[in-house]
C-alpha cells in the first residue's frame, strides 16, 4: 500500500520553529512534485510550497516566504517543511501532497495529487 505520513507538528509559542516530515511507502518522491498546504476551520485551502524533484527547485507562497523551506532526502524518500519564526496566523491542519511527473505547482488546484499526508496541526499560541 503507498502511505504518506507526516509528523512534526504541535504546540508552539509565537517566534517559534517546528520540522514537519513525510515519508513515502509504497512509491517514491524522486520523479514527483511535492506540495504543502494547510486549511484552517472556515477557510480555505492554502497552497503554501512545492518543490519539483527534477531539479528541485522550490516555491512558497507569500505568506510563508522567507520563514519555511521546503528540502527532501531522496535516500530516505522523505521531505521536510522547516518553518520558523511562525505566527498565530499559521495555526492549521497541514499536509504533504504529491504527485508523478514535473509541472506548475503554484496554485491551489489540487486534481492533480495523487498522494496525501494524513494531516497535522499546528497551533501557535502563547
Known amino acids: 500500500q503507498s502511505q504518506f505520513v507526516e509528523s512534526g507538528g504541535g504546540l508552539v509559542q509565537p517566534g517559534g520553529s517546528l520540522r514537519f516530515s513525510c515519508v513515502a511507502s509504497?512509491?517514491?518522491?524522486?520523479?514527483?512534485?511535492i506540495g504543502w498546504f494547510r486549511q484552517a476551520p472556515g477557510k480555505e485551502r492554502e497552497w503554501i510550497s512545492c518543490?519539483?524533484?527534477?531539479?528541485?527547485?522550490?516555491y512558497y507562497g507569500v505568506t510563508v516566504k522567507g520563514r519555511f523551506t521546503i528540502s527532501r532526502d531522496n535516500a530516505k524518500n522523505t521531505v521536510y517543511l522547516q518553518m520558523s519564526s511562525l505566527k498565530p496566523e499559521d495555526t492549521a491542519v497541514y499536509y504533504c501532497?504529491?504527485?508523478?511527473?514535473?509541472?506548475?505547482?503554484?496554485?491551489?488546484?489540487?486534481?492533480?495529487?495523487?498522494?496525501w499526508g494524513q494531516g497535522t496541526q499546528v497551533t501557535v499560541s502563547s
Open positions: 509504497g512509491f517514491t518522491l524522486d520523479g514527483d512534485t
Open positions: 501532497a504529491a504527485y508523478p511527473g514535473f509541472s506548475y505547482c503554484t496554485t491551489n488546484v489540487v486534481a492533480e495529487y495523487e498522494y
Open positions: 518543490l519539483i524533484t527534477y531539479d528541485d527547485s522550490t
